[in-house]
């Protein structure tokens, strides 16, 4: 070849078509044998840039967890499969980035959206059933949650109900001069994501009502102190 196309663009707009080995060809269809051409030819032509070439495949790896997630809904771990910490962390990542995704990046209580033009966002992607206890990673135990609303589902400070509807626990004193109280949530539909697939399972969310939110009667000695 005696030209060198600067991108891929340009190499596209020069190359019509290429015939590969037959041998080549039956080899890369293999993934085991595919990684070990990858790596040859990084050693051979990148060496110098490794640690970039590297982190490409980890954005690869990432985006594969990521699609592989949101195909298939996601999926339940044994602790054997979450003895690896660098899958931890891809695990975890993938989790909360489908999770918020599939809401369109709104915190389902309160429906708030901030995005950046870094593509920052203000929503985490919550675990209706802890993680920690049950390793469950399908996206319907998923909840895209602002930070403030994050921490109150934690807590139990509101759980939601078989028909996703908000229930706010009693036994909270607020004052909210500038938000919208949580108690002014009550009985208000729960921000659902773009796709009925990923709706969050209810027997998840029973779980939390039963277990979490906090069933507790208004404690009068603490709204007289806030009062
Ligand atoms: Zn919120």
């Not at 990084?42 to 949101?70: G, P, R, S």
């Not at 195909?71 to 695990?91: A, F, M």
């Not at 802890?130 to 399908?138: C, G, H, M, Q, V």
């Not at 998840?204 to 009667?217: D, G, I, P, Y």
């Amino acid at each position: 070849m005696s030209f060198k196309p600067k991108s891929l663009k340009s190499l596209k707009s020069l190359i019509l078509y290429a015939f590969l080995d037959q041998e080549l060809f039956l080899l890369l269809q293999d993934r085991i044998s595919r990684s070990a051409l990858i790596n040859v030819l990084v050693e051979t032509w990148f060496a110098h840039k490794k640690e970039q070439v590297n982190k490409l495949f980890q954005i690869d790896a990432f985006q594969e967890f990521q699609n592989t997630l949101k195909d298939s809904g996601g999926k339940v771990y044994t602790v054997e499969e979450l003895n690896s910490e660098d899958k931890v962390i891809v695990r975890d990542a993938a989790f909360r980035k489908v999770v918020v995704s599939v809401y369109n990046y709104h915190c389902a209580f309160c429906g708030l959206k901030i995005i950046t033009s870094l593509g920052q966002n203000i929503v985490d992607g919550a675990h209706i059933q802890p993680f920690a206890e049950f390793r469950d990673d399908r996206i319907d135990n998923g909840l895209s949650l602002c930070k403030n609303h994050h921490w109150a589902f934690d807590r139990g400070w509101f759980g939601v109900d078989e028909r996703y509807k908000i229930r706010i626990a009693q036994n909270l004193a607020e004052t909210a001069p500038n938000n919208r109280a949580l108690r002014e949530f009550e009985g208000e539909s729960l921000y659902l994501p773009n796709h009925e697939l990923y709706y969050p399972r209810i027997e998840a969310l029973q779980w939390h009502l039963e277990t979490v939110f906090q069933q507790a009667s208004p404690d009068e000695s603490l709204f007289d102190q806030i009062a």
